[in-house]
């Protein structure tokens, strides 16, 4: 059996959380994770959002600044950002 890397159990609590949701962009989840832990904010997924978003569509209606969204948008980066939360708890080997 491999032994897993220090990254491996947020990518899989994430992963958990977030069924459906592009690994690559779940890359991203897990680096925030990692640098911001439970400090992370909705702007911070925002941010980590559009960057993902932008390399496939770069024209899409919500890549602007988070503060130039409506409160309604804003809101559906809560649960990304209640699951990188959570995952930010996951022991690491």
Same mark, same amino acid.
């Given at each position: 059996?491999?032994?897993?890397?220090?990254?491996? @159990?947020?990518?899989?609590?994430?992963? #958990?959380?977030? @069924? &459906?949701?592009? #690994?690559?962009?779940?890359?991203?989840?897990?680096?925030?994770?990692?640098?911001? &832990?439970?400090?992370?904010?909705?702007?911070?997924? $925002?941010?980590?959002?559009?960057?993902?978003?932008?390399? &496939?569509? @770069?024209? $899409?209606?919500?890549?602007? @600044?988070?503060?130039?969204?409506?409160? #309604?948008?804003?809101?559906?980066?809560?649960?990304?950002?209640?699951?990188?939360?959570?995952?930010?708890?996951?022991?690491?080997?």
């Amino acid at each position: 059996m491999t032994e897993k890397n220090y990254v491996q @159990p947020i990518l899989e609590a994430l992963t #958990e959380a977030l @069924p &459906g949701c592009d #690994e690559n962009l779940l890359d991203l989840y897990a680096l925030l994770a990692l640098v911001k &832990g439970t400090k992370t904010t909705l702007e911070d997924v $925002h941010d980590a959002w559009s960057v993902w978003r932008a390399l &496939g569509n @770069p024209t $899409h209606k919500s890549l602007i @600044p988070f503060d130039q969204l409506t409160p #309604e948008v804003q809101e559906l980066d809560r649960k990304y950002m209640n699951a990188i939360h959570a995952a930010a708890w996951t022991p690491r080997s």
